[in-house]
């Protein structure tokens, strides 16, 4: 980032008598590596204007599909601690940011597709690239957010037998050692946190 704020002081010392900074020349990860009021765009480079986004949720790398090219897009702006416009498309836990929560759920909702041949449902006022209104371990979603106890336990029995949670929602909630599957770690570890037990891991941030 110094290096490109040192970039962009260079260049303004040597367009004096240029009109503009060239658009998609410089590199970003997130809108502050831009000009000010500048945005940082998918394909990792800074433009004046905001992207025309294509308003799918899951299509990071923005070409109209979702699909696992999206998932190894977000993976690599998610590892580089990125942030880049068409957030509305690709924020698909939706709080604002992206991050390992957001990697995580791309990737329920690719298999959700591949599974059910169509995008995951919305749960409980929540859903793909809506906020969710759960706490980490509450996998009942239907009865809104509240601490983790045993209907909890019971739903994540549900999902363990179907292997699909029924809404982006339920799987952030289930997936509380947070590697993107729901397995038998993450039913101990709910079953810890309803005794009020600590656990080492707790959904992904
Ligand atoms: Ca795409
Ligand atoms: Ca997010
Ligand atoms: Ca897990």
Redesign the pocket.
Known sequence: MIRRAAAFALLAITLVACPSIPEGRFECNTPDDCPDGWFCRVDGLCYAEEASCTHVCGDVNQDGQVDPQDFLALQGIVSHAGQRDCLEDI?V???G???P??VNVLQYMLGFRMKQQKPSPPCHGGGECMACNVVCGDVDVERGAHPPDQQDVAAFGDVAMTGVPVCTCQFWAADIQPDGNIAGEDGTFLQQKVNGQPVPQNCAP
């Open positions: 924020d836990f939706r709080d940011r992206l991050s929560a957001d």
